[in-house]
T-cell receptor
Framework: GAVVSQHPSRVICKSGTSVKIECRSL??????MFWYRQFPKQSLMLMAT?????????EQGVEKDKFLINHASLTLSTLTVTSAHPEDSSFYIC???????????FGPGTRLTVT | GQNIDQPTEMTATEGAIVQINCTYQ??????LFWYQQHAGEAPTFLSY??LDGLEEKGRFSSFLSRSKGYSYLLLKELQMKDSASYLC??????????WGAGTKLIIKP
């Protein structure tokens, strides 16, 4: 089956610093990748949709200058949380959709804690 | 607006059967997914329905009625490891996934 990896799985950073999270599709090419955020006991919230080689589309209320997304290749997308604050602490999950189908394959998630 | 409804929480007994319902109102329909999510982990794919009817996969089955905007996930022979949240999601006309809030399933011995 299709595999999506995320790195790092956990990260703790200080307030004001930036953190980069990588999402890779390991055995398929992903034209579209999605970034989600999930707070405890809540459902997934779509932050943005990124298509390879073009700018990401952000959902309403998500600051594009704070959450920088780069989808430079068909197998890699990165999310950079800039000037992180404690309220950015959350579980960040990426998913990827391959060229053929409509199913999304999820990465294992990255737990970000901002102190 | 687009809306996915599913119960917030359900409780069932080990070895029993449980049905988790999902109703949806979306702009277009290109399929419905069920995902399982254990606490602190990412969702894992369970099933995909795009045509009406029942899809069976081991202990799990998923049903879809497009005319009623309704689906259910049926879990048989419940095991303690089935305790998780179950997420219903619909692929709309733009091929975007619209997510339900999830149903937390608690399995008791």
């Amino acid at each position: 089956g299709a595999v999506v990896s995320q790195h790092p799985s956990r990260v703790i950073c200080k307030s004001g610093t930036s953190v980069k999270i990588e999402c890779r599709s390991l055995d398929f090419q992903a034209t579209t990748m999605f970034w989600y955020r999930q707070f405890p006991k809540q459902s997934l919230m779509l932050m943005a949709t990124s298509n390879e080689g073009s700018k990401a589309t952000y959902e309403q209320g998500v600051e594009k200058d704070k959450f920088l997304i780069n989808h430079a290749s068909l197998t890699l997308s990165t999310l950079t949380v800039t000037s992180a604050h404690p309220e950015d602490s959350s579980f960040y999950i990426c998913s990827a959709r391959d060229l053929r189908g409509s199913e999304q394959y999820f990465g294992p998630g990255t737990r970000l804690t901002v102190t | 607006g687009q809306n996915i409804d599913q119960p917030t929480e359900m409780t069932a007994t080990e070895g029993a059967i449980v049905q988790i319902n999902c109703t949806y109102q979306t702009s277009g329909f290109n399929g419905l997914f069920w995902y399982q999510q254990h606490a602190g982990e990412a969702p894992t794919f369970l099933s995909y329905n795009v045509l009406d009817g029942l899809e069976e996969k081991g202990r799990f089955s998923s049903f879809l009625s497009r005319s009623k905007g309704y689906s259910y996930l049926l879990l048989k022979e419940l095991q303690m490891k089935d305790s998780a949240s179950y997420l219903c999601a619909v692929l709309d006309s733009n091929y975007q996934l619209i997510w339900g809030a999830g149903t937390k399933l608690i399995i008791k011995p």
